[in-house]
């Protein structure tokens, strides 16, 4: 199993990106789905996060900037981001709760998988 992150680059404050992670491989159900970033110097946190039924949750630095959505069918996540602040720069990692299994699924028996960072910069 791959997640397979896009979107990042350089973007001007109060710009806009996208990012999207697609998982990739043998997969029965994705359940919680998000976007986490680490700056220079700096841990990893949550940005947001998505359930499988669209139950989402940010970090109140994000509130009201960012959007996170889901397509299930297409195991993928998207990240919309707007208003983009300096301090928005960071690697950004995806990553995905997945049941390889019908059996991991009703053993609650997931897989933590992250994908590789698509760096952000904001900057003028």
């Known amino acids: 199993v791959q997640l397979q992150a896009y979107g990042g680059g350089l973007v001007q404050p109060g710009g806009s990106l996208r990012l999207s992670c697609a998982a990739f491989g043998s997969i029965f159900s994705i359940g919680v789905m998000g976007w986490y970033r680490q700056a220079p110097g700096k841990q990893r946190e949550l940005v947001a996060d998505?359930?499988?039924?669209?139950?989402?949750n940010y970090a109140e630095s994000v509130k009201g900037r960012f959007s996170i959505s889901r397509d299930i069918a297409q195991n993928t996540v998207y990240l919309q981001m707007n208003s983009l602040k300096s301090e928005d720069t960071a690697a950004y990692y995806c990553?995905?709760?997945?049941?390889?299994?019908?059996?991991?699924?009703?053993?609650?028996?997931?897989?933590?998988?992250w994908g590789l960072g698509t760096l952000v910069t904001v900057s003028s």
């Open positions: 990553n995905a709760e997945i049941f390889r299994r019908i059996q991991d699924y009703y053993g609650g028996n997931a897989l933590d998988a």
């Open positions: 998505i359930t499988s039924s669209g139950k989402t």
